[in-house]
């Protein structure tokens, strides 16, 4: 086996999921609350609050992959084999379509009547 | 079954002839590279449905006005059941881990519990999306669409949305429910709207406190824009006909497209629960006869594990997406 541990993780588990479900009630709590003063605001192209609920995001994918995937216990160039590449294909496909996204936007709005005579 | 496998065979075809680079398996490597390309796939789709989205960023659905159901009770909570969902998520994410654990340390019974937990989690979740479909299509308030494909919803005098049945007059109907017994029996047809668009456009007549609100969003305020009687009447000398609830078509939230990736999205996402239950319960059985005790070691679990944790990693980004942003 690549992991003989002799020592159980089970107490590190609890704690993952502890703060997992931290961020969780965060998240919902903000949802449901959304404060004027992150959500009526605008940064880099979105709301702070929508920046937030990314971050949150992002938190929780890595407290799932490194722990609950144990990609931790994975040598260090296996990790990076599968962590490097997809990051970067992500970052890369999510900045363009977001991009042409916005762009899209532009064009259409002049072209969008919302009244009628 | 271990015993039934030609020696010679095994560790060639299955381990990659004994090779173990970055000292992982075969096998786990491989649910590895899948993990990925099933990552990309899932980014393809979310980044699509970011593009349509930012495409329509003035006119989009607004989530917590779509998803406001929980069981049992009746009014407007949203985003709580959506949260319940990604509880059980998760927490079959952990009992799923907890059994991995256990058969690192070759205890049968506790990987045994554990592995009916997370299936029981999943089938918990799957239940919960199946629920969360039949909202959606069912609709709650009902809407109109005009001729280019805009849909305009109706709010009381605090801007709350109100259902069509409230205010619609009880003018009647010249349209009755097509079946195979009152109609042509080869021809069938989806359940009629609760009112017609002529007891609509009485009823909104009728009752001046109902008021108009359209796609558009207030850039400052986000929420959705109202408009004058005047402006409203112009609108409904354009309606063609009244929605109520969600298909690939039409639906009564607003843009087409929010309905199609909704359904498209969580569809692919809960086929992904799906297929992880049915293998978990293949590990299960498998676990149950002994098969990995006798093996050894418990590696399956482990790789049947990725898969499951990767479903909730991936269910992660969908919460997020489709409901906080």
Known sequence: MANDHAHSHTALIWKVFAFLSVVTIV??????????????????????????????TLVKAYGIAWYFMHLRDEKTWLRRAIVWPVVFLISYLAFFLLYEGGALQDILREWTRWSYN | MEATIAESSKGKTWSGGGNRPFDASYGKMMMWFF??????????????????????????????????????????????YVAFMTFILIFSSVTMVLAVDAGKHMKQNKVI????????????????????????????????????????????????QVTLESFASDAPSERIQQTRSNGLWFVSEGALPPVTLQQVKEGF????????????????????????????NKFLAHATQVVKGANLKVNEYGATLFADFFFFITGFHGFHVFSGIVINIIIFFNVIIGTYQRRGHYEMVEKVGLYWHFVDLVWVFVFTFFYLI
């Open chain 2, 113 to 160: 519990v554990y592995m009916l937990l997370t299936i029981i989690g999943g089938l918990i979740f799957v239940g919960s999306q199946a629920w969360e479909w039949k909202n959606f299509i069912g609709g709650q308030y009902g809407a109109v669409q005009l001729t280019d494909g805009k849909i305009v919803q109706f709010v009381d005098a605090e801007g709350h």
């Open chain 1, 27 to 56: 998240e919902v709590f903000l949802g449901i609350k959304k404060p004027d003063f992150l959500y009526l605001t605008h940064f880099l192209g979105t709301s702070f609050l929508n920046w937030i609920f990314l971050i949150l």
């Open chain 2, 205 to 232: 007549a009728k009752h001046p406190e109902i008021a108009m609100r359209t796609e558009l969003i207030n850039l400052e305020t986000k929420k959705k824009t109202i408009v004058s009687r005047e402006e409203a």
């Open chain 2, 35 to 80: 993990i990925m390309s099933d990552a990309l796939t899932f980014s393809g789709f979310l980044g699509a449905y970011g593009l349509i989205r930012f495409k329509f960023i003035d006119s989009w659905p607004i989530a917590d006005e779509v998803f406001t159901h929980i069981p049992f009770i009746h009014g407007n909570f949203p985003m709580y």
